[in-house]
């Protein structure tokens, strides 16, 4: 069984640029997450979708931006992009219940290495 | 918001000793605790979990204990090895919604 997917693995942008970050969740999970991870902040939580809709959005500005698709495929995207948006994105996705309460476990991906100059 | 502190963010350990890592919580209605190994240019990977109705829960070499009067988790590894040097995170999740802690660094010494 595959594991969660991202793409890319590194990408370089510069200031004022958007980005657009990819993951494919394991098959069967419809729950998506995003993270954001900096050295000393630990896992920031940026959204979490399940059935094509944003269920939670954590404290980030408008300029984060993510949505899911009716293969429980996600993208993320970054507007006007800032040096502080350096970070490793975390996709992880997990599987619901009926109801839509999590069994728990998040399996995540790799992650994308943003960097902005 | 929800806080996840962890009480170190480095612990170094000689080989073949045990090693805990201790993390608090701050929301006494968390019904659901993960922690997870993240090793470098990794995603976070899961060790083990651990539900609010139970206080330890034991796998291969790794322990979990909760004790949710004080709103503490900790992470017990057996007989340390090299390959264990990695970050390790706990996680809490309230409403379908997980909270992670900043990571605890751990280093094995050979």
């Known amino acids: 069984k595959a594991g969660v997917t991202q793409t890319p693995r590194y990408l370089i942008k510069t200031r004022g640029q958007q980005v657009t970050l990819s993951c494919s969740p394991i098959?069967?999970?419809?729950?998506v997450s995003w993270y954001q991870q900096t050295p000393g902040q630990g896992l920031q939580f940026l959204f979490e979708?399940?059935?094509?809709?944003?269920?939670n959005k954590g404290n980030f500005p408008g300029r984060f931006s993510g949505r899911q698709f009716s293969n429980s495929r996600s993208e993320m995207n970054v507007s006007t992009l800032e040096l502080g948006d350096s970070a490793l994105y975390l996709c992880?996705?997990?599987?619901?219940?009926?109801?839509?309460?999590?069994?728990?476990?998040?399996?995540f991906g790799e992650g994308s290495r943003l960097t902005v100059l | 918001g929800e806080s996840v502190g962890l009480h170190l963010p480095t612990l170094s350990v000689q080989e073949g000793d045990n090693s805990i890592i201790n993390c608090a919580y701050s929301?006494?209605?968390?019904?659901?605790f993960i922690w997870y190994k993240q090793e470098s240019g990794k995603g976070p990977q899961f060790i083990i979990d651990?539900?609010?109705?139970?206080d330890k829960r034991q796998g291969q070499r790794v322990t979990v204990l909760l004790n949710k009067t004080v709103k503490h988790l900790s992470l017990q590894i057996a007989a340390t090895q090299p390959g264990d040097s990695a970050v390790y995170f706990c996680?809490?999740?309230?409403?379908?919604?997980?909270?992670f802690g900043t990571g605890t660094s751990l280093t094995v010494i050979p």
């Open positions: 992880a996705s997990s599987l619901q219940l009926a109801g839509g309460r999590n069994t728990g476990e998040l399996f």
């Open positions: 098959s069967g999970h419809r729950s």
């Open positions: 979708y399940f059935s094509e809709t944003q269920r």
């Open positions: 929301n006494s209605a968390s019904d659901y």
């Open positions: 651990i539900r609010s109705n139970m």
């Open positions: 996680a809490e999740n309230t409403g379908n919604q997980f909270y």
